[in-house]
């Protein structure tokens, strides 16, 4: 392939991701219209969430099945589509089965297009030479602040018309995602896998996903329950922390190429240790949003480059074809620390903070003290010592 056509692969990717983020803060900031309209209490809603949550688990797995034989371009695409179809069902559906229904479809979308867009960015990466896997999580948290920005400038729209930002995973379907390299897929991808090294990564990721996740969904009743905090401003505990993280992650590329990851994660680790620290010692709402702001900086690139690293592990010493058939099947499976580490937030953090959130966020306080040595996995394959990897 050509640089143009590397590049234009690259704006793909990007935009597949961009859609992803869109569409679910879309539907998540909409879930107090979902449960208004189908009379959900906290219980059901909860239940419907952990569905979608177990069932991106179940699609990221397919996509493990599905890459290694399709190619992953084949499969992203199958993957928009199935997104852009349960959107559209949830959306319109004329009764309480039906909009599960479609919910649960769209967790399985959501798993086979996490998977497989982080297939397609590494594999871009091998292909290039380049990092391009902040960016392209950058583009994800982007496309979330805009479906943000879009859900509260539209809050009046008849419901219906809610169902056209299914138009956007339809579009990326045309896309010119970056096709396979090779001939026939290589399908033994187990052996020498070094599950060691990759498994230390992985628990970084669900350190990022905890403290993620306990950011965006118990951020704003932090700043509600704790804090005088205006009704109207207790989502600053997430718009800033989404803007600084993307801001962050469209900077990481040439971040880490200048600095190095293990050095970077390390920086960014220190800096979502005092963020934290913030948080929970803040004295007032806006020395709280201030502690947010931080964290979004501090731990911004730690699930792109925990992706890039397993990547770099799986894809040793192998040949084009074993390579990436190995990479695409450890990339999805690696996936599923994504979905650890969102349910740890959600949960660890509520129950902790039962009493007093400030308390709840010593979850994440804690956790992000692993990043310190957690960041040695991340160092290149080729300064691991080999006895490490396994």
């Known amino acids: 392939m ?52 177990l069932l991106a688990g179940v699609g990221s797995l397919v996509a493990e099945r599905l890459a290694p034989r399709l190619d992953s371009a084949a ?61 392209c999580h950058g583009a994800w948290t982007l496309g979330g602040i805009v479906g943000a920005v879009v859900t509260l400038a539209t809050g009046d729209v008849p419901w219906p018309a809610v169902a056209l930002v299914a138009v956007f995973p339809l579009a990326a379907t045309m896309a010119p995602y970056l096709p396979r390299d090779h001939g026939a897929a290589a399908t033994s991808t187990e052996t020498d896998v070094p599950w060691r090294a990759i498994v230390t990564v992985g628990l970084a990721l669900v350190v990022f996903y905890t403290v993620d996740t306990a950011a965006a969904t118990w951020g704003p009743v932090y700043l509600d329950d704790e804090f005088d905090t205006p009704e109207g401003l207790v989502a600053l505990a ?36 005092v963020a934290l620290t913030v948080v929970v010692a ?46 695409d099947a450890v990339v999805a499976r690696f996936n599923q620390f994504n979905y650890a580490g969102a349910l740890l937030g959600a949960v660890m953090t509520g129950v902790v903070g039962s009493s007093s959130l400030r308390i709840g966020f010593a979850v994440p306080l804690v956790l992000v003290v692993s990043l310190f040595w957690l960041a040695k996995a991340f160092a290149p394959a080729d300064e691991v010592p080999a006895g490490a990897r396994r």
Do not use: K
């Open 75 to 135: 499969v992203l695409r199958a993957g928009l589509l199935v997104v852009a179809v349960s959107v559209a069902t949830a959306v319109l559906a004329p009764t309480t089965v039906v909009f599960v229904v479609g919910l649960a479809a769209y967790g399985v979308g959501l798993g086979l297009v996490d998977a497989t867009g982080n297939m397609q960015a590494v594999a871009l990466e091998h292909r290039w030479g380049r990092v391009v896997l902040p960016s």
């Open 282 to 327: 803040a004295p007032s709402w806006p020395v709280a949003v201030l502690g947010f702001t931080l964290l979004g900086c501090g731990v911004a690139v730690v699930a792109p480059l925990s992706f890039s690293a397993a990547a770099a592990q799986a894809g040793r010493d192998a040949d084009p074809a074993t390579r990436r058939a190995r990479v």
């Open 2 to 53: 050509t640089t143009v056509d590397l590049r234009r692969a690259r704006w793909a990717i990007a935009a597949a991701f961009a859609v992803q983020g869109l569409v679910f803060i879309s539907l998540t900031t909409r879930l107090p219209r979902f449960q208004e309209r189908w009379d959900l209490g906290e219980l059901e809603l909860s239940g419907v969430l952990l569905m979608m949550v």
């Open 238 to 273: 997430t718009l800033p922390y989404l803007v600084a993280s993307g801001i962050v992650r469209i900077a990481g590329d040439r971040l880490t190429e200048r600095v190095g990851a293990v050095r970077l994660l390390r920086i960014g680790a220190g800096i979502a240790l």
